[in-house]
């Protein structure tokens, strides 16, 4: 029962390691780039035409095995099915070729 644990804390342990942010500077997106990046996550809202964002954010973060990655990250917010607002989610991804892709990474944020 404790094996299948440990390897599974074993292997977070190490992808998280090999993701690692060794650097990361802050860019300026485009209105264009920001267009887009809200109608990517407005797409997973119940109501896409409520969404509200706050605090987006980009940076080419450059990861431990040296590979360099636009991340972009920011909160959105929209109207549930009973048509009140809910919180603040945080949401995150990477801009490749100019086209934001959602992308999960271990912390969403950890660019400043």
């Known amino acids: 029962m ?3 644990l440990i390897l599974s804390l074993l292997l977070m342990s190490a992808c ?3 993701f ?3 650097a990361a500077t802050p860019v300026q997106l ?3 780039q ?3 990046i809200e109608g990517t996550v ?3 809202l119940y109501d896409r035409d409520t969404a509200h964002f706050r605090n987006l954010r980009a940076a080419d973060v450059t990861t431990s095995n040296g590979a360099i990655v636009r991340r972009v990250c920011g909160e959105v917010s929209g109207k549930n099915p009973m048509g009140s607002y809910g919180l603040y989610s ?3 991804g990477v801009l490749t070729g100019g086209v934001y892709v959602d992308e999960d990474y271990p912390i969403r944020c950890e660019i400043s």
Do not use: C, E, L, T
Request: glycine content about 4%.
């Open 42 to 44: 407005a797409n997973d």
């Open 16 to 18: 998280s390691n090999m």
């Open 90 to 92: 945080a949401f995150g």
């Open 30 to 32: 485009s209105a264009r």
């Open 34 to 36: 920001i267009a887009q």
């Open 20 to 22: 690692s942010v060794v």
């Open 2 to 4: 404790k094996a299948p």
